[in-house]
T-cell receptor
Framework: EDKVVQSPLSLVVHEGDTVTLNCSYEVTNFRSLLWYKQEKKAPTFLFML????IEKKSGRLSSILDKKELSSILNITATQTGDSAIYLCAVEEGAQKLVFGQGTRLTINP | GAVVSQHPSRVICKSGTSVKIECRSL??????MFWYRQFPKKSLMLMAT?????????EQGVEKDKFLINHASLTLSTLTVTSAHPEDSSFYIC?????????FGQGTRLTVV
């Protein structure tokens, strides 16, 4: 059975801290790994990773995929209260089918 | 990016009635759309894959007679929750892909009373 596991499930830090969110997966037909941020309703896209070892960066957020370890990390540096959200990792398995992890609930305290 | 519109965003219905949720791709054609369900404080779970012009493919454990999916055109998929019960109360969200990127509708909060 395809599986995506995120850790930690919940994280509370202070503004300015750096956080690292983890995602590991077991899927039979891996195509890509995606990170989303979900605040209230629909998830918003952050990154799509297909190649191992290539870091993708967007402002204070960065992510990298390790296909050997079947995992990915999402880093957020100099966190702000606006970064508080649920971060979802999903793996595209087969034809555009996404398998989601449980999500990491990140809370940034001022 | 592409836009996926979902309607309604919120619906309250009585137990035993049916509710239809629409998902439209506004500026692109989607031969495949996906329906997800999210329980409170949990992640998104894929319910079914909606295929234009053919039957939907349901994930294990999802009742196809209860969650009717129709994908009549390249821009519209509908999910009908039939004979709704309070345990069907949930957040339902659709997605469609373009150029390997998934775009989500705004989601529908269904409350069955």
């Amino acid at each position: 059975e395809d599986k995506v596991v995120q850790s930690p499930l919940s994280l509370v830090v202070h503004e300015g801290d750096t956080v690292t969110l983890n995602c590991s997966y077991e899927v039979t037909n891996f195509r890509s790994l995606l990170w989303y941020k979900q605040e209230k309703k629909a998830p918003t896209f952050l990154f799509m990773l297909t190649s191992s070892g290539i870091e993708k960066k967007s402002g204070r957020l960065s992510s990298i995929l390790d296909k050997k370890e079947l995992s990915s990390i999402l880093n957020i540096t100099a966190t702000q209260t606006g970064d508080s959200a649920i971060y979802l990792c999903a793996v595209e398995e087969g034809a555009q089918k996404l398998v989601f992890g449980q999500g990491t609930r990140l809370t940034i305290n001022p | 990016g592409a836009v996926v519109s979902q309607h309604p965003s919120r619906v309250i219905c009585k137990s035993g009635t049916s509710v239809k949720i629409e998902c439209r791709s506004l500026d692109f054609q989607a031969t495949t759309m996906f329906w997800y369900r999210q329980f409170p404080k949990k992640s998104l779970m894929l319910m079914a894959t909606s295929n234009e012009g053919s039957k939907a493919t349901y994930e294990q454990g999802v009742e196809k007679d209860k969650f009717l999916i129709n994908h009549a055109s390249l821009t519209l998929s509908t999910l009908t929750v039939t004979s709704a019960h309070p345990e069907d109360s949930s957040f339902y969200i659709c997605s469609a892909s373009q150029d390997s990127e998934a775009f989500f509708g705004q989601g529908t909060r269904l409350t069955v009373v």
